[in-house]
């Protein structure tokens, strides 16, 4: 099993950068596939980015790919998730996942661990 802590999140400006962090802990957390989602305001949970666990794979949503960058540090267990430039329909709460496979992530499958979020909010 695994915990995850994210971080980073608050009240940014339109058109800075931003880096979000996700702290994971437990059981070989090196070894599990990492994601980031997103659940605006009024909106369902999606899928925004996931990185295998050698970080030879990335994954973006094609709203995103431009402007996101997911990374992560095994040796720390960290996961990152870099958004330049914010824009304002990047609101919302922002959730760290890992899983065994990143091929669970797209369709919010079974074996996910899930993160508490955290909350980024833009203003123009």
């Known amino acids: 099993q695994v915990r995850l802590v994210e971080s980073g999140g608050g009240l940014v400006q339109a058109g800075v950068s931003l880096r979000l962090s996700c702290a994971a802990s437990g059981r070989t957390p090196g070894s599990y596939a990492m994601g980031w989602f997103r659940q605006a305001p009024g909106k369902e949970r999606e899928f925004v980015a996931s990185i295998s666990w050698n970080s030879v794979r990335t994954d973006y949503q094609d709203s995103v790919k431009d402007r996101f960058t997911i990374s992560r540090d095994n040796a720390n267990n960290m996961v990152y998730l870099q958004i330049d430039p914010v824009k304002r329909e990047d609101a919302g709460i922002y959730y760290c996942?890992?899983?065994?496979?990143?091929?669970?992530?797209?369709?919010?499958?079974?074996?996910?661990?899930w993160g508490q979020g955290t909350q980024v909010t833009v203003s123009s």
């Open positions: 996942a890992a899983a065994g496979d990143a091929s669970v992530f797209r369709s919010m499958g079974l074996g996910i661990y």
